[in-house]
């Protein structure tokens, strides 16, 4: 088992052997929580370049844009159109109440994430794997062996298409309101890519036609209460290697985003979701929609519990390239990315882990000026 610190570090030790160690318990963070312990394991602990957040450097004042949807289908949409494009422009994160997603389903799903993370040890650990071609899988850090921390969260990944999931891989006790959710979110997904589209001035159905919602993927995570939060992080900063992403949170916050060089969280809504414009989009858009990073902190309040639902391309064996969009291209506005396909994107991020470093995963595919 890893060993426990404080803010004491010791000498120099074992990682790799540290973290093989947590890993094979297949129990993840909740695991240690369950045994008692009462110190954060080193492998967790933030080097000091990148010490933990403490809430203080919050920006009090600038609140996330809520836009309400009602009426999005209807008359109320040319005044909808706007307000997504200029919360996606200006801030890339923004939450939707009146999206048609009762709060019946809402809380089902929080239901099914606590009731998977919280069943007996041996039972989940079945699930317990590191082997990307399995499309119902669950572990602790998808990148524990190439960050230079561990974050503080559990999650259970769902592949749920384009590769038809077969319902029966995916735990029984989530099962139902899991497909259930992600064909009703899938449907909300797709409208707010219409009037993405839209509010650049394109056709309605541009970026479904250019396959942005063929793939999408569900993960539970679970973040538990920490003994010591101020060494370790529920999830580093970074932005989303997707499309767009859609999240529901519960209520004890902890989601925080970066706008014009402050941090600013993200308060739970009843019934509200949360989106965000990932990095494929901000790299079609050619900057006019922000991909931005944001982070969660650890609390020794929780559990905590967030499922999010991304439309990305990593399940989709697909040649298509994704670059700058033409129809946004002119000699003022030239393509600041090059093209790229889904297989690349992919890599980087898989090679990479969460990116604490700022957003190297796009500057990787920045053209040179």
């Not at 019946?104 to 079945?126: Q, S």
């Not at 259930?180 to 979110?185: G, I, L, Q, T």
């Not at 919602?213 to 920490?226: A, E, M, N, R, V």
């Not at 609390?299 to 905590?304: I, L, T, Y």
Request: with cysteine; net charge negative.
């Amino acid at each position: 088992m890893a060993s426990p610190v404080s803010e004491e570090l010791p000498l120099p030790y074992d990682r790799r052997k540290d973290l093989e160690d947590f890993d094979n318990t297949k129990a993840g963070v909740k695991g240690l929580v369950d045994a008692g312990i009462q110190r954060v394991p080193r492998i967790f602990v933030r080097p000091p370049e990148y010490p933990a957040a403490d809430g203080q450097d919050l920006d009090m004042e600038f609140e996330i844009p809520v836009i309400d949807l009602q009426g999005v289908l209807g008359a109320g949409r040319p005044k909808i159109v706007p307000r997504v494009g200029a919360a996606a422009r200006d801030v890339g994160f923004f939450q939707v109440v009146n999206h048609g997603i009762g709060r019946d389903v809402i809380e089902r799903m929080l239901e099914g994430a606590r009731a998977f993370h919280e069943m007996e040890r041996d039972a989940k650990a079945e699930y317990y794997t590191r082997d990307l071609k399995r499309l119902v899988r669950y572990s602790s850090n998808f990148d524990l062996f190439t960050s230079k921390y561990a974050n503080w969260r559990d999650t259970l990944f769902c592949e749920m298409e384009p590769l038809d999931l077969d319902p029966g891989e995916l735990p029984l006790v989530c099962r139902e309101i899991v497909m259930d959710y992600s064909e009703r979110v899938k449907a909300l997904g797709i409208t707010l890519l219409e009037l993405l589209s839209e509010a650049l001035g394109l056709d309605r159905d541009y970026l479904r036609d250019m396959e942005c919602t063929k793939c999408h993927t569900i993960l539970c995570h679970y973040y538990p209460s920490c003994p010591e939060p101020h060494l370790t992080m529920g999830t580093t900063r970074h932005s989303d290697p997707s499309f767009i992403t859609i999240v529901l949170q519960d209520n004890i916050g902890g989601l925080e985003v970066m706008y014009r060089d402050r941090w600013v969280g993200v308060p739970p809504l009843p019934g509200a979701l949360v989106v965000n414009i990932g990095d494929l989009l901000q790299l079609m858009t050619n900057d006019i929609y922000a991909s931005v990073e944001h982070r969660v902190r650890a609390n020794q309040v929780g559990p905590r519990l967030s499922v999010a639902f991304f439309f990305d391309q990593h399940m989709m064996p697909t040649p298509r390239l994704y670059g700058p969009i033409k129809e946004l291209l002119s000699d003022n506005n030239p393509a600041l990315y090059k093209e790229v396909t889904a297989k690349e994107f992919v890599a980087e991020v898989y090679s990479r882990g969460l990116d604490e470093k700022g957003k190297t995963l796009l500057s990787r595919f920045r053209l040179q000026t």
